[in-house]
């Protein structure tokens, strides 16, 4: 039996075109899938062939309280080699990395997408 792994993480997102051009931005990822969803709300997929993130939104508007910071998910993690090269492409996306820390074998930082999602990017190169 193949060792369990993470095939994707559900988060609701005000508008899952911009969260998913956001994240094939920063990633190079690509649209896996896309279409209606439960509820008759709305999801893309967006990953590589193995795990992905399924950016779902309601038919109706979410509530902002949905998305305070914590309220559950307190952030998603993403390991790249390029620590650097991302950092570029978040702060070019308009977005504002913080709290960077650097230790070996580690370095990483974090960002706050436009529905106030937080991710965290890692390197360990």
Known sequence: ?????IEHVNLTVRSPERTAKLLAD????HI?????ARDN???????????YLAVYTPPEAPD???????????HVGILVDDLDAI?????????VPFAHVDYDPE??????????????????A
């Open 107 to 124: 370095r990483r930082f974090y960002f706050f997408d436009h529905d106030g999602t937080e991710f965290e990017i890692v390197s360990y």
């Open 87 to 95: 950092e570029r492409r978040v702060v070019a996306a308009g977005l």
């Open 26 to 29: 920063l990633f190079d990822w």
């Open 32 to 36: 896996r899938w896309e279409g209606p």
């Open 41 to 51: 709300g709305r999801t893309i997929h967006v990953g590589d062939e193995r795990t």
């Open 1 to 5: 039996m193949p060792q369990p792994y």
């Open 64 to 74: 902002d309280s949905v998305f305070e910071k914590g309220r559950p998910l307190n």
